[in-house]
């Protein structure tokens, strides 16, 4: 079956520099497919979140080459890098990382407002539709810091989805939540690869939830040990 | 096709709007540096006014007049010459100017000249009875005089129209008469250095803000000065000059100096030392309401940092969903600029009751009510000044929040 090719790191390798010259990524290369589920898995230290965030665009001091969507996005200018954030990659986090003062829609819409592909009302109704897609449309209203942790959690990936994203990443998407919470975030990101076929590449140390997504790439001080480690299949 | 929704200043209420009492105290900081601002300025318009105002009572924009030229050596030094020298000294030669009139029509016909007008002025002792003292009578025509000196304003007794009328008549000082015994209607001796004596009848007393000239000075007509010095109808010892605005009166002095051949004295160069006190007043007030405006700046400063810091999370989260560098800059510059306004606005208010309140408080003595002036452009200064002063408050802590690295934030 021909796949359509969402992500490709290419040999990329990556420095730091403090407390002494260090380094943290030596030569990863793999392929991300459309509508794969794929966890980055590792120890402490592994480099797995480092190598997240290279994904995400949003630290631009490496070596090696990436390429999202068939765009190269190495070198880069961050204004540009941006506007592809903001287009077609969504972010969830650990912490939960909503503005607090702003509520649960205001807090959906936000980059939709910043993209501004479609007029408000229709931005609206769409953060809605998110929102009552992971059921929280009862909360819509209120603000967001009056949540739970859960639920917090589950407004951060409607947030995610606002603009149609490629590609979705989370770091940790569930390291802070309890494990009924962890199941229902779990629950939504296997629905949004397989209905949706929407792209999910996230850091996680949670084996369980490693182990019931599409593929695992482990990684091992800096270098990968698998880039298809399918648990029980 | 693309939206432009304003995002950026929707968050930037949001902060204002969920930090109401932060806000209203860096407000309030705004408030108070721009009400002192402009209120200090305007203070120092009404105060260079004022004075130029009592400068101009006794003094002209310009004087001409006769300078005492110096004796030079006889026999100058020059190459193997032996220097014949004197000790220099006032060369012995009239103080008068030839030919008056025909410079004060020159002199008309400038441009900017407002008024020109001819004085004789003599040194002259007042004799009443056994009592004498010296003083200076200014031989003018009073019309002229009046429009250049606002002499009718210090008329205290009597009035300038009288002076007019009446050939020998003198118009006194309050401390010459008072000296003298002698009130209007009262006739009164005076000597002059030539040693002529006249008998000039007292149509009036004028006081002015300084006791030593009071004691010392009287108008009269230039007929009666010109006769006091033995002198024919067409001496003439200064001819004073009014431009249309006198702070550029040290820009013609030159020119009148060249145009006539006599000496044309500024305001400013009689004045050197009222001149140099103005400017040390502005000096002064400048730096002090400039820097309770930057005190003002720096409060906006710090609150700004202070939301920043507090709002670094959601810088980050921010700039990982896509808002640029310049996106971030614009929320908290926003933040700033409408802190500022609203402070800029309540301390124009606050500057213009207190201008007004002033305006209306009686000091008493010569200055009367308190010498504060509305001027459209101290406002507007005070505006400007507010602005950039916000501006640069905001845009300092706003450039540091857009250059936050989301990655080391999430990483913590």
Redesign the interface.
């Known amino acids: 079956m021909q796949r359509e090719l969402m992500l490709e790191a290419e040999k990329i390798g990556k420095y730091f520099y403090d407390p002494i010259k260090f380094r943290v990524l030596n030569d990863i290369s793999f392929k991300v497919y459309r509508g794969e589920f794929v966890t980055l898995v590792g120890k402490s230290g592994s480099g797995k979140s480092t190598l997240l965030y290279i994904l995400s665009t949003m630290d631009t001091d490496y070596e090696g080459k990436l390429n999202i969507h068939g765009q190269v996005t190495t070198g880069q200018k961050q204004n540009t890098l941006a506007a592809l954030r903001n287009e077609k990659i969504g972010f969830v986090f650990q912490f939960h990382y909503l503005l607090p003062e702003f509520s649960c829609l205001k807090n959906v819409m936000i980059p939709a407002l910043r993209l501004g592909k479609y007029s408000r009302q229709e931005i609206e109704a769409r953060a809605y539709q998110k929102l009552t897609l992971l059921g929280l449309q009862d909360q819509a209203l209120k603000p967001a810091s009056k949540l739970s942790g859960g639920q917090q959690q589950r407004v951060a990936i409607a947030r995610a989805l606002i603009n149609d994203p490629l590609i979705i990443m989370g770091d940790e998407p569930t390291g802070n939540l309890d494990s009924k919470n962890s199941q229902i975030v779990f629950d939504t990101f296997k629905q949004l690869a397989h209905e949706y076929n929407q792209t999910i590449i996230a850091v996680t140390h949670d084996n369980d939830f490693a182990e019931r997504s599409d593929r695992t790439i482990e990684m091992q001080d800096g270098v990968i040990v698998s880039t298809a480690k399918e648990f029980g299949k | 096709m693309?939206?432009?929704?304003n995002?950026n200043s929707?968050?930037s209420m949001?902060?204002i709007v969920?930090k109401k009492k932060l806000t209203l105290v860096a407000a309030l900081g705004v408030t108070i540096g721009i009400a002192i601002y402009i209120f200090m300025n305007s203070m120092m318009v009404g105060f260079d006014k004022k004075s130029s105002e009592l400068v101009f009572r006794s003094t002209a924009h310009i004087r001409v007049y006769k300078d005492e030229a110096m004796s030079l050596p006889l026999l100058p030094a020059k190459g193997n010459n032996v220097p014949v020298i004197i000790n220099p000294s006032v060369v012995p030669e009239s103080d008068k100017i030839v030919d008056p009139e025909k410079i004060i029509t020159l002199l008309r016909q400038q441009p900017d000249v407002t008024l020109v007008t001819p004085q004789v002025t003599a040194s002259v002792f007042y004799n009443n009875g056994k009592s004498q003292i010296s003083g200076s009578s200014y031989g003018v025509r009073i019309a002229e005089a009046d429009k250049m000196f606002n002499i009718a304003a210090t008329v205290v007794e009597g009035s300038i129209q009288d002076l007019k009328n009446t050939p020998n008549g003198i118009l006194l000082g309050v401390g010459v008469a008072a000296k003298m015994s002698v009130r209007p209607g009262d006739n009164i001796s005076i000597t002059s250095s030539r040693n002529v004596t006249k008998v000039m009848k007292v149509v009036g007393l004028f006081q002015s803000n300084n006791s030593q000239i009071d004691k010392t000075k009287s108008y009269i007509n230039i007929s009666a000065a010109q006769q006091l010095l033995q002198e024919g109808p067409d001496y003439v010892s200064d001819i004073n000059i009014s431009v249309v605005n006198p702070e550029n009166a040290p820009d013609y002095s030159a020119t009148f100096s060249d145009l006539t051949g006599y000496k044309a004295e500024d305001w400013k160069a009689a004045n050197a030392t009222l001149v140099a006190a103005a400017n040390m007043r502005r000096i002064m007030i400048t730096v002090i309401a400039l820097s309770i405006l930057l005190v003002a700046g720096f409060g906006i400063y710090n609150i700004l940092n202070m939301t920043i810091s507090q709002k670094i999370?959601?810088i980050?989260?921010?700039?990982?969903?896509?808002?640029?560098?310049r996106?971030v800059v614009r929320i908290f510059v926003q933040q700033a600029m409408i802190i500022g306004m609203i402070g800029i606005l309540i301390g124009v208010l606050l500057a213009a009751l207190l201008v007004f309140q002033l305006s209306r408080t009686y000091v008493g003595g010569d200055i009367g009510y308190f010498p504060i002036r509305f001027e459209w452009s101290v406002f507007f200064r005070g505006l400007v000044f507010g602005l950039i002063v916000t501006l640069g408050a905001g845009y300092i802590p706003a450039r540091k929040a857009a250059n936050v690295?989301?990655?080391s934030i999430?990483?913590r």
């Open positions: 693309r939206y432009r929704h995002i929707e968050i949001t902060y969920t999370n959601d980050a989260i921010l700039k990982a969903m896509g808002f640029r560098g996106d690295d989301p990655v999430f990483r």
